[in-house]
């Protein structure tokens, strides 16, 4: 299909700058970024030609399969990295952004768990609603990714304070933790929206707002443990490691609630 050659050749372009991100640990040349961001943007474009063709041969916002919300979820993670880039100007995040989004991307076209087939909706699928719910979800699941791989920077950078040549372009600590604050306030965000959109489209679908469904439920429990981490940035915590380790952890429960419709027997198992 020309949509998965699509996301090949985006897949490629994201490997391409990656590589070219890495050399800047090491070689602080403003000619590396410029190529980087020319590849990483060209895939980009690629990426999006990929959704919209898919959206074309399925009738459908590509939104409703483990694929799609691959595909999707990847998509809205380089997003976020090219949002932050240009309005922010932040050129040293992507080394630890678009890694995420290249394996969502692999995983989507080589994991043996994951098909590409376009199939009919099911009725519960039908709607505006799943396109709120489930972008919101995702581009608040992205946003918390952001905030993991800057919680994994943190300590990697702790780790080879003092090497010669190692980090040359990372961000300092404190700006680390600043914008890991940054991508959970907008995950949560996102997640509210995601929760409270769902709730009124399982009431639309099922009758009931909360049937606590093994995904709800995670999810839940997903935006309390990041409530917790933002009020606690109010008692002084940008100056430890709790914002880092805290990031982590979250992520770990955001791929928990991810894949709970697979391990679970639930109403969101759809594939």
């Known amino acids: 299909m020309h949509d998965i050659l699509l996301l090949q050749l985006t897949l490629s372009f994201y490997v391409i700058a990656l590589l070219l991100d890495l050399l800047r ?51 809205a993670i ?25 394996l969502m991307i692999a995983a989507a076209l080589f994991s043996p768990l994951v098909s590409p087939r376009i199939e009919q909706l099911p009725p519960a699928l039908q709607g505006g609603w799943l396109v709120i719910h489930a972008a919101a979800c995702l581009i608040g699941f992205a946003a918390f990714a952001a905030a993991f ?9 702790k780790a080879v304070a003092g090497t010669k040549g190692l ?10 933790n600043f914008w890991i604050y940054r991508f959970v306030r907008w995950g949560f965000l996102f997640l509210v929206v995601g929760i409270v959109t769902g709730s009124a489209w399982a009431y639309s679908a099922w009758g009931t707002y909360w049937s606590w469904d093994p995904k709800e439920t995670c999810s839940l429990i997903t935006l309390l443990v ?6 606690l940035r109010q008692t002084g915590w940008k100056q430890r490691n709790i914002p880092a380790l805290l990031s982590i952890a979250g992520f770990i429960l955001v791929l928990f609630t991810y894949w709970s419709s697979f391990i679970f027997n639930s109403l969101h198992n759809y594939n």
């Open 167 to 176: 980090m040359l372009a990372a961000p300092s600590l404190l700006s680390i």
């Open 25 to 75: 640990f090491f070689v602080n040349a403003k000619a590396v970024f410029r190529f980087s961001f020319i590849f990483s943007s060209v895939g980009f474009v690629l990426h999006n030609m990929a959704i919209i063709l898919r959206w074309l041969l399925s009738g459908h916002v590509p939104l409703a399969s483990f694929y799609e919300s691959l595909i999707f979820l990847s998509w």
């Open 149 to 157: 791989a800057l919680g994994l920077l943190h300590f990697i950078k």
């Open 78 to 102: 380089v997003l976020i990295n090219l949002f932050i880039e240009i309005k922010y100007v932040r050129r040293d995040l992507r080394v630890f952004m678009l890694p995420l989004g290249s």
């Open 226 to 231: 990041y409530a917790v981490m933002l009020h």
